[in-house]
T-cell receptor, first 114, second 117 residues
Framework: AQTVTQSQPEMSVQEAETVTLSCTYD???????LFWYKQPPSRQMILVIR??????QNATENRFSVNFQKAAKSFSLKISDSQLGDTAMYFC???????????FGKGTKLSVIP | DTEVTQTPKHLVMGMTNKKSLKCEQH?????MYWYKQKAKKPPELMFV???????INESVPSRFSPECPNSSLLNLHLHALQPEDSALYLC????????????????FGPGTRLTVL
């Protein structure tokens, strides 16, 4: 069974600063995908960024980037130039090859302070 | 259209009521999901439909009854619920064509906030 651990229940960051959210996971699989989902107070869960395990290059999406360390089973999210709209719950998630089961971490509540 | 819609947004029901939640997507996705999310917790998978057939039932009590009338529509029928079933119910969909397609992004709806009195 897979597990996903987010060790930071809450974080805050000043507007325009950079923040890093941590995530570790445990799996015996070799083929899998990792995701960061964002859930603002309005509830809609949206995908922020995805990483394929077979790709060594870290994924980036505008101000969002990941540091994927496969051997360490670590998948952190860096948010640059934080904006007030980044205030949300952030969930790290894992899915194994051939599976429908998206395993979520417990989430990190990020607050961006003006 | 890259949207998953859910109705109603809010639902309050008594323990003896029968109600239904509705989810719709027009992205051609063939996998659809129901999740339950309690406050400040991650979503928990309840059911997965693949090509309109139930693929996964995560040991959900029978008072929750899913239905997939067609590839675009997913319902969750509720009957004799308990107050502890109060939660946000999220629907999601993803592609289901090709070997790795279902590993693609799951698109989530905005959810139905259910309160059981």
């Amino acid at each position: 069974a897979q597990t996903v651990t987010q060790s930071q229940p809450e974080m805050s960051v000043q507007e325009a600063e950079t923040v890093t959210l941590s995530c570790t996971y445990d799996t015996s699989e070799n083929n899998y995908y990792l995701f960061w989902y964002k859930q603002p107070p309005s509830r809609q869960m949206i995908l922020v960024i995805r990483q394929e395990a077979y790709k060594q290059q870290n994924a980036t999406e505008n101000r969002f980037s990941v540091n994927f360390q496969k051997a360490a089973k670590s998948f952190s999210l860096k948010i640059s130039d934080s904006q007030l709209g980044d205030t949300a719950m952030y969930f790290c998630a894992f899915i194994g090859a051939g599976s429908y089961q998206l395993t979520f971490g417990k989430g990190t509540k990020l607050s961006v302070i003006p | 259209d890259t949207e998953v819609t859910q109705t109603p947004k809010h639902l309050v029901m008594g323990m003896t009521n029968k109600k239904s939640l509705k989810c719709e997507q027009h992205m051609g996705h063939r996998a659809m999901y129901w999740y339950k999310q309690k406050a400040k917790k991650p979503p928990e998978l309840m059911f997965v439909y693949s090509y309109e057939k139930l693929s996964i039932n995560e040991s959900v009590p029978s008072r929750f009854s899913p239905e997939c009338p067609n590839s675009s529509l997913l319902n969750l029928h509720l009957h004799a619920l308990q107050p502890e079933d109060s939660a946000l119910y999220l629907c999601a969909s993803s592609q289901e064509e090709g070997f790795a397609a279902h590993l693609d992004e799951q698109f989530f709806g905005p959810g139905t906030r259910l309160t059981v009195l």
